[in-house]
């Protein structure tokens, strides 16, 4: 019997997540299907009630979900539960599970780039979800010193605020977003939408030299921020490998098999240079 998988949203119509997930079902020449869902934040509950009940074995969760998926939920692994965010849900027998796939993905992203999880110094560009995710990942270290930087210094203090308690053996700072001084980091990660247009003005960058690596969130283009880390002498690079990592952690809790890694990243990477 074909299985079936999703990822609701809305709106749902960019999303590389089925043509992913297909090319990793055929490459693995599995008899499952994943489909879109655009799904209105009215009827939520009432679709996921209603693919529960027909049978779904797992879908994917992206905005404006991603929060309002979780009172739905039976459990939640640790990750999900410490950030509050669901991206990821497997069900089974009418139970559902939900997972964040945001840590995972990047640390599975910075690995690829040579980085290995250390007590160290890194910025966040960003105070949003994935931040938030992106700053719980990094101070599993103790001692790492993270400066949260944001436009909105009122979001980046909760950001802050959510954090210290948890992580009381990190330091947690927070900074205008412009200008940005990474003199002294060891890590810069962008987690914001800065750069997904062709003409985004990145912020004024101040620092940035080769011990410093870079990673963008971004995943729909080789962003100027990447471009210029990668003339200053950096190791840099975009989203397109946590996007997969995320991708294939949600396959192997679907299918308990490890996910085609390779067939998932040319997939994504096709229909990008098909869409540029």
Same mark, same amino acid.
Request: aromatic share 6%.
């Given at each position: 019997?074909?299985?079936?998988?999703? #990822?609701?949203?809305?709106?749902?119509?960019?999303?590389?997540?089925?043509?992913?997930?297909? =090319?990793?079902?055929?490459?693995?020449?599995?008899?499952?299907?994943? *489909?879109?869902?655009?799904?209105?934040?009215?009827?939520? $509950?009432?679709?996921?009630?209603?693919?529960? *009940?027909?049978?779904?074995?797992?879908?994917?969760?992206?905005? !404006?979900?991603?929060?309002?998926?979780? !009172?739905?939920?039976?459990?939640?692994?640790?990750?999900?539960?410490?950030?509050?965010?669901?991206?990821?849900?497997?069900?089974?027998?009418?139970?559902?599970?939900?997972?964040?796939?945001?840590?995972? %993905?990047?640390?599975?992203?910075?690995?690829?780039?040579?980085?290995?999880?250390?007590?160290?110094?890194?910025?966040?560009?960003?105070?949003?979800?994935?931040?938030? =995710?992106?700053?719980? #990942?990094?101070?599993?270290?103790?001692?790492?010193?993270?400066?949260? $930087?944001?436009?909105?210094?009122?979001?980046?203090?909760?950001?802050?605020?959510?954090?210290?308690?948890?992580?009381?053996?990190?330091?947690?700072?927070?900074?205008?977003?412009? !200008?940005?001084?990474?003199?002294?980091?060891?890590?810069?990660?962008?987690?914001?939408?800065?750069?997904? /247009?062709?003409?985004?003005?990145? !912020?004024?960058?101040? %620092?940035?030299?080769?011990?410093?690596?870079?990673?963008?969130?971004?995943?729909?283009?080789?962003? /100027?921020?990447?471009?210029? *880390?990668?003339?200053?002498?950096?190791?840099? $690079?975009?989203?397109?490998?946590?996007?997969?990592?995320?991708?294939?952690?949600?396959?192997?809790?679907?299918?308990?098999?490890?996910?085609?890694? /390779? /067939?998932?990243?040319? *997939?994504?990477?096709?229909?990008?240079?098909?869409?540029?």
């Amino acid at each position: 019997m074909t299985r079936v998988f999703g #990822v609701l949203g809305h709106p749902i119509g960019h999303s590389l997540s089925p043509l992913m997930h297909n =090319a990793a079902f055929a490459a693995r020449r599995l008899d499952g299907i994943y *489909a879109p869902f655009d799904v209105p934040p009215a009827v939520f $509950a009432e679709v996921v009630r209603g693919l529960v *009940a027909c049978g779904i074995s797992g879908f994917n969760v992206t905005v !404006p979900h991603k929060e309002t998926i979780v !009172p739905l939920l039976d459990t939640l692994v640790r990750d999900a539960r410490a950030l509050g965010a669901v991206n990821a849900v497997v069900a089974h027998r009418g139970r559902l599970t939900g997972h964040n796939t945001d840590t995972i %993905g990047l640390m599975g992203a910075l690995a690829e780039l040579g980085w290995r999880p250390r007590r160290c110094t890194a910025m966040i560009l960003g105070a949003g979800g994935s931040a938030k =995710a992106v700053a719980w #990942v990094l101070t599993r270290a103790p001692g790492t010193h993270v400066i949260v $930087a944001n436009r909105r210094l009122d979001r980046a203090q909760r950001l802050a605020e959510w954090l210290r308690p948890l992580r009381p053996r990190c330091r947690i700072e927070v900074r205008p977003l412009e !200008p940005v001084d990474v003199r002294g980091c060891d890590l810069l990660v962008n987690a914001t939408p800065i750069g997904m /247009a062709h003409d985004a003005d990145i !912020p004024l960058i101040r %620092g940035l030299g080769s011990r410093v690596m870079v990673y963008d969130l971004v995943y729909n283009r080789t962003t /100027a921020l990447v471009r210029r *880390a990668r003339r200053q002498g950096c190791v840099a $690079a975009n989203g397109v490998s946590m996007l997969v990592y995320q991708g294939a952690a949600s396959f192997e809790w679907w299918w308990h098999r490890r996910a085609p890694i /390779a /067939a998932m990243r040319r *997939a994504v990477e096709r229909a990008l240079r098909y869409n540029s």
